[in-house]
């Protein structure tokens, strides 16, 4: 009877280890899992950024191509059109540097 006893004592012991063991394993999945989730929210979040990034240098590469063709039909306008053709030149350059500064902080945040 006391062998029995201690069979079952020790059989006792053994499940409460195994169940603690259970319990920290299922707790480290579960850190595991929201780790994943973060890193994939996290991916999700740069690929948007890389996509973004990627439409403002398309519409900097366009800007670019406008400005060029502003600036070479500059040359063959008449004084009042030359003055608008260079305001629009101005404006279109402002918007460019704007783009560029755009694209600098986007690389920078990418960088980070």
């Given amino acids: ?3 029995a006893l201690l ?14 063991s259970y319990t920290a394993i299922k707790n480290e999945n ?14 999700t979040e740069k690929n948007q950024k890389l996509s973004d990034m990627e439409q403002q ?4 590469k366009t800007a670019q191509t406008i400005s060029k063709q502003i600036t070479s039909n500059g040359t ?4 009042n ?6 305001e629009n030149t101005n404006d279109v350059k402002l ?8 694209v600098d902080k986007c690389i920078a945040l990418l960088n980070a």
């Fill in 1 to 3: 009877m006391n062998e």
């Fill in 7 to 20: 069979q079952l004592n020790t059989m006792k012991a053994n499940l409460e280890k195994l169940l603690r």
């Fill in 30 to 43: 579960e850190i595991l899992k929201n780790q994943i989730d973060a890193q994939r929210k996290a991916m």
């Fill in 57 to 60: 240098l398309s519409l900097l």
């Fill in 76 to 79: 063959e306008t008449t004084n």
């Fill in 81 to 86: 059109a030359n003055n608008e053709t260079t």
């Fill in 95 to 102: 918007k460019i540097n704007d783009l560029i500064k755009e």
